[in-house]
């Protein structure tokens, strides 16, 4: 099922420009020590769809709270979704964004299951360009530093009935990103999850939405409490296969270079730097195979010395190395181990591509400021 979501083409933007920015002086403290998700830039994208009129009124105003209906589907419901990607300022002071067109895609996705209309890729992607016309000074230029834009969707109609909602609101914000390992890229040991699944069959677990992210916050916790970075969840149905971590992909390199992540089940979320790796290994003649990782065959291959290295991807962190597996009863590798030489390999050649510093080959970069 499709919900409707005509619109007049292309949506045409209106500027309420912001009484309350912040002046270069404010600006710059900020962007000295970003941090992640702390500081947000001074305006926000919205843009309003009902049943009737399709997506209409698309404005830049300034950032600040929104106004909800206590009975809005949203808060009751969790009809949502959301993206999240950066904008990256290049050695000569331009900003690009990395494969927008496929969080466009994915967000649609994620409202064809979470029965909200779908939005144009043009104009998502026009969205993100309207916001970094007015706020692009807030993109940083330190090293591996970007500004973290995320996308929503969220069903604000004002009604209890137990259907989709007749009115949406989709709005893009962005905070200033600091780099995510500030001492240097680190390998991480991660927690099994052996009693919670983040998804099953025929669930939301390949769309990107906030129930998701709710259901592996309770096992995240008991990650921290074991000394563990993430949460690593095994597929609903069987508790054998890896499925992926609580807000990353996972790939397994194996001896003589081949590389191995879970298939799209339909649990997984498809992320969009999973693919941009999965492309990267087949251009160095990798081979690279999608299919089912059992938790016993990671186990197997550690102690033969099969798998090599193992490593989670996502947005937020590029790649992360992962040294170790711990559950309750067992770890799997060796936590003080270093990062894999080609795990650093491609995560260098994925960022390298991503601020500018080589040639962007497949076309993945989207130039906002121009």
Request: aromatic content about 8%; glycine content about 10%; charged content about 20%.
């Amino acid at each position: 099922m499709t919900i409707a979501s005509t619109t007049t083409f292309p949506l045409r933007f209106e500027l309420t420009p912001s009484q309350a920015a912040r002046d270069e002086a404010e600006r710059e403290v900020i962007l000295s020590d970003p941090g992640f998700g702390k500081h947000f830039t001074d305006h926000m994208v919205e843009i309003d769809w009902t049943i009737s009129e399709g997506w209409h009124d698309a404005k830049v105003i300034p950032y600040g709270p929104l106004q909800l209906d206590p009975s809005a589907a949203v808060l009751h419901y969790a009809q949502e979704i959301f993206e999240g990607l950066k904008a990256y300022r290049h050695a000569d002071g331009s900003i690009w964004t990395f494969r927008p067109e496929k969080n466009a895609e994915r967000l649609q996705r994620s409202a064809r299951r979470l029965a909200l209309p779908e939005l144009a890729v043009d104009d998502f992607v026009e969205s993100l360009r309207q916001l970094v016309a007015v706020d692009g000074q807030w993109v940083p230029s330190a090293p591996e530093t970007s500004l973290y834009i995320r996308p929503f969707m969220i069903a604000n109609e004002s009604f209890l009935g137990v259907r989709p909602s007749q009115r949406v609101a989709y709005y893009v914000i962005a905070s200033p990103a600091g780099a995510y390992f500030t001492g240097g890229v680190a390998p991480v040991s991660i927690w099994l999850s052996t009693e919670y699944s983040r998804a099953g069959r025929g669930g939301t677990g390949a769309a990107k939405c906030g129930g998701n992210y709710a259901a592996s916050l309770l096992p995240q916790q008991e990650a921290y409490e074991n000394g563990c970075a993430q949460v690593l969840f095994l597929d609903g149905e069987t508790g054998e296969h890896v499925d992926e971590l609580g807000g990353m992909n996972v790939f397994f390199v194996h001896e003589g270079g081949t590389i191995v992540t879970p298939r799209l089940s339909g649990s997984i979320l498809e992320g969009i730097t999973r693919d941009s790796i999965i492309q990267l290994a087949k251009d160095r003649g990798l081979t690279v195979e999608e299919r089912d990782v059992t938790i016993a065959e990671w186990r197997e291959g550690v102690a033969s010395g099969a798998i090599t290295e193992v490593f989670a991807c996502g947005t937020a962190a590029v790649i992360t190395p992962i040294s170790a597996l711990k559950s309750p009863g067992e770890v799997i590798g060796d936590p003080s181990a270093p990062a894999g030489e080609l795990t650093m390999s491609l995560r260098q050649e994925l960022t390298d591509i991503q601020y500018g510093r080589i040639p962007d080959r497949h076309g993945w970069l989207t130039r906002l400021d121009a």
